[in-house]
């Protein structure tokens, strides 16, 4: 991957759980994103973090950034069937004007 | 709420055939990008366009270019396509006012694109 590792790559559990992502990513940034894409389908964004803040929150998700160990986590409370989707980070690599990088991806399955 | 409109849906090429991408931004966003998406892959940046120039270049291919048109429209064509080119392609918008930082992307549903 362009950017990092996200684990794990696959993760499966019960409705009413938590689901934990995690996200690495290898330069400097300005912000990191969350999306989510069903399967086939764009990406919706869920979250942005910048880079000052340690901990975002947003209806059933929270999003944390430690960027002394470039790394973010995704947590989903009270998972629902309809969260079954694949899940990625993203950053700007601390550009400007330019892209997003995309890490691989965590594939989510939240079983009814 | 308009959204990011791409065509077509889907695309049968054969090799060494053409293909031209269509992608509508959200009105008023003066950014637009395009990515490749892979089976099983994340979604690799190729190129993007500010205010309907070229602002970066990602792992774009030399067979592949694009463009952005006054009416902010853009399309992404490629020639001599490869088995490899099979991916889904998509298209993104944002408002950055030349700053990325801090500005999410608005996806399309994608374009499949299938080379045969």
Request: glycine share 8%.
């Amino acid at each position: 991957s362009q950017q990092g590792e996200e684990d794990p790559q696959a993760l499966s559990i019960q409705e009413g759980e938590n689901a934990t992502m995690n996200c690495s990513y290898k330069t400097s940034i300005n912000n990191l994103q969350w999306y989510r894409q069903n399967s086939g389908r764009g990406l919706v964004h869920l979250i942005l973090i910048r880079s000052n803040e340690r901990e975002k929150h947003s209806g059933r998700l929270r999003v944390t950034l430690d960027t002394s160990k470039k790394s973010s986590s995704l947590l989903i409370t009270a998972s629902r069937a309809a969260d079954t989707a694949s899940y990625f980070c993203a950053t700007d690599g601390g550009n400007q004007g330019g892209k997003l990088i995309f890490g691989q991806g965590t594939e989510l399955s939240v079983k009814p | 709420a308009a959204g990011v409109i791409q065509s077509p849906r889907h695309l049968i090429k054969e090799k060494r055939e053409t293909a031209t991408l269509k992608c509508y931004p959200i009105p008023r966003h003066d950014t637009v990008y395009w990515y490749q998406q892979g089976p099983g892959q994340d979604p690799q940046f190729l190129i993007s366009f500010y205010e309907k120039m070229q602002s970066d270049k990602g792992s774009i291919p030399d067979r592949f270019s694009a463009q952005q048109f006054s009416d902010y429209h853009s399309e992404l064509n490629m020639s001599s396509l490869e088995l490899g080119d099979s991916a889904l392609y998509f298209c993104a918008s944002s408002l950055t006012r030349g700053n990325v930082a801090n500005e999410k992307l608005f996806f399309g549903s994608g374009t499949q694109l299938s080379v045969l």
